[in-house]
């Protein structure tokens, strides 16, 4: 990773600027998505209110960008980190709530794409996250609606589950700058190849009691982005021949990280 601080400047130049581009994207995208899932738990008529940034926008610890001249598009990867003054007002069935004291911190691709002849030469831009951000808030609002732990952990995971599915991998948050680009093809791309995870053997030695009594039942869980996939699992075994295989098709394979555990 190489200094961000360019980037960090650029974003503090534009960011007085994207409030009404986030008011969009929540009441448009974010919200209705929102509204359906808590409305499974009797929670109604959700709705964003107004979206605030406040003063202090995201900051990027470091970047690489991806040398690859063959494909129409810039590709870079930032560690980013945000520890906001924002706030969202939001209501559920007319009664208001809010989100504060946001945190939020993840590695950040950022692709640009397609490469145009004319300026401002990029036809759009995705954003993602490579794996879960580490996400939190605070809920503020209605004492009766809030004061139950129950109403609270819903939010807080349909707000969770939200942000994965709009941008992190293999979801990526699409924004088109010009209109003379391929819509269908910018919102929907092909993937551009395929991660095959082989599991074969091998466990660290764990629960082994006396005499090599207690053994333990062992799985593996592959991770890429929000794809999840688990081995099946053997029964009193420490040393497991799984010969799994999953083949996962990416967008975005440089970079692409995998997490076995």
């Known amino acids: 990773m190489e200094s961000a601080e360019w980037l960090n400047l650029l974003i503090r130049q534009l960011w007085p600027s994207a409030e009404q581009y986030a008011n969009e994207l929540c009441r448009n995208t974010i919200g209705p998505a929102l509204r359906s899932a808590l409305e499974v738990y009797k929670l109604k008529s959700f709705r964003f209110e107004e979206v605030e940034l406040g003063q202090t926008p995201p900051r990027f610890t470091g970047i690489k960008v991806y040398d690859d001249q063959a494909l129409p598009e810039v590709v870079m990867d930032v560690d980013?980190?945000?520890?906001?003054?924002?706030?969202?007002?939001?209501?559920?069935?007319d009664m208001p709530i809010g989100i504060e004291d946001m945190q939020l911190s993840g590695r950040l691709r950022i692709v640009m794409k397609p490469l145009v002849k004319d300026l401002p030469l990029v036809g759009g831009v995705h954003v993602l996250f490579l794996g879960k951000p580490k996400l939190s808030y605070n809920l503020t609002g209605t004492a009766n609606v809030l004061d139950l732990p129950v109403v609270k952990s819903i939010l807080y995971r349909a707000v969770e589950e939200q942000v994965e599915r709009l941008m992190v991998m293999p979801?990526?948050?699409p924004i088109q700058?010009?209109?003379?680009?391929?819509?269908?093809?910018?919102?929907?791309?092909?993937p551009s190849g395929v991660v095959r995870l082989h599991i074969i053997e091998n466990l660290a030695k764990k629960d082994i009691g006396i005499l090599?009594?207690?053994?333990?039942?062992?799985?593996?869980?592959?991770?890429?982005?929000?794809?999840?996939?688990?081995?099946?699992?053997?029964?009193?075994t420490s040393n497991p021949k799984w010969d799994a295989c999953k083949e996962v098709g990416t967008w975005d394979v440089q970079g692409a990280q995998a997490w076995l555990c």
Request: aromatic share 10%; net charge positive; proline share 5%.
């Open 80 to 93: 980013c980190e945000y520890f906001g003054d924002g706030k969202i007002k939001a209501s559920i069935s």
């Open 212 to 236: 090599n009594m207690n053994k333990p039942d062992p799985y593996c869980i592959m991770r890429i982005g929000l794809q999840n996939f688990k081995t099946e699992t053997f029964k009193n």
């Open 177 to 190: 700058i010009v209109n003379s680009i391929d819509v269908a093809d910018f919102m929907c791309p092909v």
């Open 171 to 173: 979801n990526k948050l």
